[in-house]
């Protein structure tokens, strides 16, 4: 994701300030957490369905490695504070999508497949947090005497979304709250986003402050019936275009 702007990055171009607009229910977002994409294979040992006992199941090695993750999950929630995530139950998610394991009904499941996103915090130095990951997943595979030899195999694909953000009273963030409570009426509120989006490149690679901020909400976002109000699409286009002539100085 972001190959355009990481593109526009690459080519040199960078501003004074930038606003993404991303589904953000129209709060001012000076923030985004990471997400890396990991894909996690199992190994097992086939046998005849029959005569499973002679075999090793991937399906049922996948378990304890699973319930790891989810605790390792649960345990970066209640250690890894942060005032601009505060308002998320989990904000920084470690969810498994898909799962492909074995290839007949009838035969013990030799190997198998699974891929996740893990979410990174703000300010969380990727590669760490990576290397954390693998070890934590190491860990649960010591625990299985099958694992303990036959090692589960973790590697990196698709997105790989650093977290970012900026000073939340940098004049992009106080210039658009304030335009939004001026066309709103109603106060802003600034929260940092928990999904990965091409904020980060524009503060990582062109060195430009940004924030997000938009209609509609990410809850709606990448499903059949996707939308925004219409109410909202207008108030954001208002206090965009307010924001713009004030950050530059031009007077009504």
């Given at each position: 994701?972001?190959?355009?702007?990481?593109?526009?990055?690459?080519?040199?171009?960078?501003?004074?300030?930038?606003?993404?607009?991303?589904?953000?229910?129209?709060?001012?977002?000076?923030?985004?957490?990471?997400?890396?994409?990991?894909?996690?294979?199992?190994?097992?040992?086939?046998?005849?369905?029959?005569?499973?006992?002679?075999?090793?199941?991937?399906?049922?090695?996948?378990?304890?490695?699973?319930?790891?993750?989810?605790?390792?999950?649960?345990?970066?929630?209640?250690?890894?504070?942060?005032?601009?995530?505060?308002?998320?139950?989990?904000?920084?998610?470690?969810?498994?999508?898909?799962?492909?394991?074995?290839?007949?009904?009838?035969?013990?499941?030799?190997?198998?497949?699974?891929?996740?996103?893990?979410?990174?915090?703000?300010?969380?130095?990727?590669?760490?947090?990576?290397?954390?990951?693998?070890?934590?997943?190491?860990?649960?595979?010591?625990?299985?005497?099958?694992?303990?030899?036959?090692?589960?195999?973790?590697?990196?694909?698709?997105?790989?979304?650093?977290?970012?953000?900026?000073?939340?009273t940098h004049p992009i963030v106080t210039t658009t709250s304030t335009a939004y409570e001026q066309i709103s009426g109603s106060p802003a509120i600034q929260q940092g986003m928990p999904y990965g989006a091409?904020?980060?490149?524009?503060?990582?690679?062109?060195?430009?402050?940004?924030?997000?901020?938009?209609?509609?909400?990410?809850?709606?976002?990448?499903?059949?019936d996707e939308y925004v109000p219409l109410a909202d699409l207008e108030t954001v286009t208002r206090t965009l275009t307010l924001t713009i002539l004030?950050?530059?100085?031009?007077?009504?």
């Open positions: 994701g972001g190959v355009g702007t990481l593109a526009t990055c690459l080519r040199g171009y960078s501003a004074d300030a930038a606003i993404i607009i991303e589904p953000t229910e129209m709060m001012i977002a000076p923030a985004q957490a990471g997400a890396l994409n990991f894909r996690i294979h199992v190994p097992g040992h086939a046998a005849h369905g029959a005569l499973r006992t002679e075999g090793v199941s991937a399906i049922e090695k996948f378990m304890p490695l699973y319930q790891a993750i989810m605790a390792y999950e649960a345990q970066r929630t209640a250690t890894i504070k942060d005032d601009r995530f505060a308002a998320y139950a989990i904000p920084y998610p470690i969810c498994v999508g898909t799962i492909h394991g074995g290839n007949w009904a009838s035969t013990v499941a030799e190997s198998l497949t699974f891929e996740g996103r893990f979410g990174i915090a703000g300010g969380e130095d990727s590669a760490e947090a990576k290397q954390k990951f693998v070890d934590m997943v190491m860990a649960a595979a010591d625990k299985d005497d099958f694992l303990r030899v036959n090692r589960p195999k973790v590697t990196w694909w698709g997105g790989q979304f650093d977290s970012a953000g900026i000073d939340p091409d904020m980060r490149l524009l503060i990582h690679h062109a060195h430009t402050p940004t924030i997000m901020f938009g209609p509609g909400d990410v809850r709606k976002a990448h499903q059949p004030r950050f530059l100085g031009i007077k009504q």
